[in-house]
């Protein structure tokens, strides 16, 4: 079974450019959620979609959006970069094992704003 | 307002030595507390914790769950230089909520 996958494995832009991040979780799975883990500092909740909705999303602001696709893909935006976005971001992929939740992190895309 | 700590931050150790890693957490709704190692890029899932009193082991890892104090560890006995990673502490409400990790480094 293919684990959850992300592109580009890396991406470089320079202020004030778009950066968009793809996921793909795991086959079946409907939920996926985005996490940024920048250097030093654990992971922080950016968004959650499910059934292609968003569901929640963490404190940050509103130039981080993104979409899922009917296939349950999703797709993480960031416009207006700034320095401070060069950061790790995950995405996970979440099942219901029948008493909780559990999710399956997919190898990140390296973000780096120059 | 839900958080998530684990402690130590850091943490160095010798070969062979066993290490105790503390989460602790206040989130409203608890469901799950999930244990992961994270080394290079991916966290990877170590354990999922529901239920008070119940010891998950896996070969040399161990962890359990406290849900009246609201605390968990993960014990890793006869550590290796490949257990050098960092552990995260996630805890499942609403959404998944992380502490900031604990980085451990063996040494040969």
């Known amino acids: 079974e293919a684990g959850v996958t992300q592109s580009p494995t890396h991406l470089i832009k320079t202020r004030g450019q778009q950066a968009t991040l793809r996921c793909s979780p795991i086959s079946g ?70 008493v909780s939740y559990e999710q399956y992190f997919g190898p990140g895309t390296r973000l780096t704003v120059t | 307002e839900d958080k998530v700590v684990q402690s130590p931050l850091s943490l160095v150790v010798h070969e062979g030595d066993t290490v105790t890693l503390n989460c602790s957490y206040e989130v409203t709704n608890f469901r799950s507390l999930l244990w992961y190692k994270q080394e290079k890029k991916a966290p990877t ?23 009246k104090e609201l605390f968990s560890i993960l014990n890793i006995t006869a550590t290796q230089t490949g257990d050098s990673a960092i552990y995260l502490c996630a805890v499942y409400n609403n959404d998944m909520r992380f502490g900031a990790g604990t980085r451990l480094t063996v040494k040969p």
């Open chain 1, 29 to 98: 799975h409907t939920s996926v959620y985005w996490y940024q883990q920048a250097l030093g500092l654990g992971l922080q909740f950016l968004l959650w979609y499910d059934e292609g909705e968003e569901r929640n999303r963490g404190n940050f602001p509103p130039r981080f959006s993104g979409r899922q696709f009917p296939n349950y893909s999703s797709e993480l935006n960031v416009n207006a970069l700034e320095l401070e976005d060069s950061a790790l971001y995950l995405c996970a992929s979440r099942f219901w094992t029948g």
């Open chain 2, 45 to 67: 899932f170590l354990f999922m914790l529901t239920s008070s009193g119940i010891e998950k082991k896996s070969g040399r890892l161990s962890s359990i769950l406290d849900k």
